[in-house]
C-alpha cells in the first residue's frame, strides 16, 4: 500500500492509536497501533478474533487487509446509527453469537490481548474456576492494581471467587467478543451492526450483556437488553449479576491506565459486602 497521502488521528481506542489513511488511488482505511507494541502477536491475536467471530458466530467484522507486527489494517466502518431499530438488530446478532457457537469447555486456544495487557485463555471445564482464575484473580499483582485495592479489597476479591457457584448460575461457555463496550459497536454500510476489537475466548456470554450494561449505551440501547434477554431466555435477577461479572472489565482498566474513569471505586463498591466484619 504506496498511495497513502494523509493520515487522521481517529478517536474512540483507549489502549492503541488509531487513524483514518486517505489513499490516492483507493479507498480510505482504518489503521492501528501501539506507541510500544506489548508483544509481536497483538495484532495477529486480533485479526483471528475479528475472523472467528464472523466465521463461527456470523457477525460482521472488517476483513483484515494488513496485519503485522507494527500494524492492523482494516475497511473503514461506520458510526453506529441512532434509534431502537439498530440495538434490536444488535440484540438478534448477539444473540445468535452466544447460542450458536457453545463449547464444552472454558478459554481460548492461545492467550490474546485485552487492550495492552495480555488475556489468559488457558483451558478449563469449570467456568468457575476459568473466571476466578483467569479473569479476576490474575489481575492482583499488576502494579496499579496492588496500589488501588487494600488488603481488605483483596481479601475480598478472593472471598467472592470462592462464593462464585452461589452467586451466579451455572452457564455453558460460548464465543465471546470479550471487549464490548459501546464504542466497539459500529455500522456496516448497509446499516448492520459490525463489531470491532475483539478479545475472544469461550466464556459465559454474561461477559458481554455486562460490558454493554455498564458503559453507558444510549438510551435507545434499552430495546436491546430487552430483545437479548427474551431470545436468550434470561432470568429476570441478570441486572444484578452484571456489577460482579464487570469486575473483570473495571480490573483491567485500572491495571493499565492511571485514569481509571471510577473503575476502582466500583471494584471497592462491589467487593464491599464480601470485606471482613468487625
Known amino acids: 500500500m504506496h498511495d497513502v497521502v494523509d493520515v487522521r488521528p481517529a478517536a474512540g481506542g483507549l489502549a492503541a492509536l488509531a487513524g483514518i489513511a486517505t489513499r490516492r488511488d483507493g479507498p480510505p482505511v482504518f489503521v492501528k497501533a501501539f506507541d510500544e507494541p506489548p508483544a509481536d502477536d497483538v495484532f495477529a491475536a486480533e485479526a483471528e478474533g475479528l475472523a472467528a467471530l464472523r466465521e463461527l458466530g456470523g457477525v460482521a467484522t472488517p476483513e483484515v487487509i494488513l496485519v503485522d507486527r507494527e500494524l492492523l489494517v482494516l475497511p473503514v466502518l461506520q458510526p453506529r446509527p441512532g434509534g431502537e431499530a439498530f440495538w434490536e438488530r444488535f440484540a438478534h446478532v448477539l444473540a445468535r453469537l452466544h447460542l450458536g457457537t457453545t463449547h464444552p469447555r472454558f478459554g481460548w486456544h492461545r492467550d490474546n490481548w485485552l487492550g495492552r495487557r495480555r488475556q489468559v485463555n488457558t483451558w478449563d471445564d469449570d467456568g468457575f474456576a476459568f473466571f ?147
Not at 448492520?192 to 475483539?198: G, K, S, T, V
Not at 475472544?200 to 450483556?209: G, I, K, N, P, Q
Open 132 to 278: 476466578a482464575q483467569h479473569r479476576l484473580l490474575r489481575w492482583l499483582d499488576q502494579p496499579r492494581v496492588e496500589a488501588a485495592l487494600d488488603a481488605g479489597d483483596r481479601v475480598a476479591l478472593e472471598r467472592l471467587c470462592h462464593r462464585l457457584p452461589e452467586l451466579l448460575p451455572e452457564r455453558p461457555a460460548c464465543l465471546t467478543h470479550g471487549d464490548l463496550w459501546a464504542q466497539n459497536v459500529m455500522s456496516t454500510e448497509d446499516g448492520r451492526p459490525a463489531l470491532i476489537d475483539p478479545a475472544v475466548s469461550y466464556t459465559w456470554a454474561e461477559v458481554d450483556l455486562a460490558h454493554v450494561w455498564t458503559t453507558s449505551p444510549p438510551p435507545e440501547a434499552r430495546r436491546f437488553f430487552e430483545v437479548y434477554a427474551e431470545l436468550t431466555d434470561l432470568d429476570g435477577d441478570w441486572p444484578a449479576r452484571m456489577p460482579i461479572i464487570q469486575l473483570r472489565q473495571h480490573l483491567a482498566v485500572v491495571a493499565q491506565f492511571d485514569h481509571d474513569w471510577g473503575a476502582a471505586d466500583q471494584i471497592r463498591a462491589t467487593l464491599a459486602p464480601f470485606r471482613a466484619r468487625g
